[in-house]
């Protein structure tokens, strides 16, 4: 998902979802909790645009109770936890950019600031997260995600810390309002550096962008804050505010239009 950032708001997005799943106060008692949302996010069409653009976001997300789970915005995959540690393994698939503008929501992962650069496919992934709550509150986490096809694309690495920094609960004892700050880099091999920001000889020849090899290394952090109100046990009402910045050998792409970015988004859940 990473060739929009729009689209890799999802990492942002999909972080209240597992404590909705484990939470059976909505009166689920087989312990599967399917979440169906919808909303609006913002942020750039490409990694480096300097433009701003909406889209509507959909959030349909089925945990099991024996661990395996079906998400817009996990994948397809299992999941499960052993005392302070989670972890998971899904298939999930990362998004293609165009290199121009196209029409509806397909737009919204193209630029025709990328003209002659030509298009970067999309591609099946293999989704690896690893999280350690050290306290309560309190998440550590590692992801990465591995193309199975196109594999020019080049594999990524996350790694995030998140904490709760204020809760209020209802007279039953329950979370009404929770608010977290999280703080995210992002690591990249050198094909994708490539993919994403670097300029092959072919590509310079056809724009107006020089030639740009790019090493692997960390491309991006995010920071964000996210507060998510619980109307009751089955309503809820989930807003995220973020920004991220562009780094290394990332930044000095002559594709980037911009370093930083703001991105966010405001979505509403319901949960049978």
Known sequence: MQSSTLLALA?????????????????????????????????????????????????????MANGFFASTMRGLGYGGQAGAFSYSAALGYRGERADHQRKGLRGLAGSDYLKGMGKVEGNASALLNLGYSPLPGVQLSVAGDIPLNHRENGATLQLGASGQVYSRNDSRGVPQDTVSLGLQTSWG????????????????????????????????????VSWEHRIDARWGVNTVLGVERRLGDAAKSPIVQRKSAPMGAAYVTYRY
Do not use: H, W
């Open 11 to 63: 990492g942002l997005l999909c972080l209240p979802l597992p404590a909705l799943a484990a939470d059976d106060s909505a009166g689920n008692t087989s312990g599967n909790v399917l979440t169906v949302g919808a909303g609006v996010a913002a942020g750039s069409p490409y990694a480096g645009d300097d433009r701003t653009k909406a889209m509507p976001i959909i959030v349909l997300d089925y945990n």
């Open 189 to 224: 091999e050198k094909k994708y550096l490539q993919t994403m920001y670097g300029v092959t000889a072919t590509q310079a020849a056809r724009t107006a962008f020089r030639q740009y090899t790019p090493k692997g290394g960390f491309y991006e952090a995010q920071a964000s």
